[in-house]
């Protein structure tokens, strides 16, 4: 059974602190690892990793896969109030009913 | 181009009614997949669609059920409401490897 586990589940820090998320997984036929940002509504897309090695970047926000070691990293430098969310981390994989498992989630929490 | 539409926002439903949580989607994706979110449970596949016509189960498919007739539509029928349904309900579609396109969610309660 595919398995992605993010770590930690909640995190709170203060407004300019930088912080990473981690997501591990166990998945069969992976093919690549995606991170979404979830406020009140839908998630939205920020990343897709399939590459080891290959940081990702868009803004504040980077993103790393390590295929041997089976994990990525979410990192925010500079952290706002706005980027307080759920981070979801989801596997997808060439097999399996719909090739994406989800993580549980990290709730980030940004006190100014 | 409107994405991934989900109606209604908000349903509250007694005890054994039923409901169809409406989903329809404009980009000409043959992927269509509904979840549940559960506090603490991340998101959970119920029931997708490789297509119109193909319909299978998902990781937690007992009491909901549905059909593609369209491309575009993938309602979910809940047949019985139980207090367990209650949670918030988001449909997906997507094509290709990426591009996941989530719709913004209805929550449901069932009292």
């Known amino acids: 059974e595919d398995k992605v586990v993010q770590s930690p589940l909640s995190l709170v820090v203060h407004e300019g602190d930088t912080v990473t998320l981690n997501c591990s997984y166990e998945v069969t036929n992976f093919r690549s690892l995606l991170w979404y940002k979830q406020e009140k509504k839908a998630p939205t897309f920020l990343f897709m990793l399939t590459s080891s090695g290959i940081e990702k970047k868009s803004g504040r926000l980077s993103s790393i896969l390590d295929k041997k070691e089976l994990f990525s990293i979410l990192n925010i430098t500079a952290t706002q109030t706005g980027d307080s969310a759920i981070y979801l981390c989801?596997?997808?994989?060439?097999?399996?009913?719909?090739?994406?498992?989800f993580g549980k989630g990290t709730h980030l929490i940004i006190q100014p | 181009n409107a994405g991934v539409t989900q109606t209604p926002k908000f349903q509250v439903l007694k005890t054994g009614q039923s409901m169809t949580l409406q989903c329809a989607q404009d980009m000409n994706h043959e992927y269509m997949s509904w979840y549940r979110q559960d506090p603490g449970m991340g998101l959970r596949l119920i029931h997708y669609s490789v297509g119109a016509g193909i319909t299978d189960q998902g990781e937690v498919p007992n009491g909901y059920n549905v059909s593609r007739s369209t491309t575009e539509d993938f309602p979910l029928r809940l047949l019985s409401a139980a207090p367990s349904q209650t949670s918030v309900y988001f449909c997906?579609?997507?094509?290709?490897?990426?591009?996941?396109?989530f719709g913004s969610g209805t929550r449901l309660t069932v009292v």
């Open positions: 997906a579609s997507k094509t290709g490897i990426d591009g996941y396109t």
């Open positions: 989801a596997s997808f994989s060439g097999g399996g009913a719909d090739g994406l498992t």
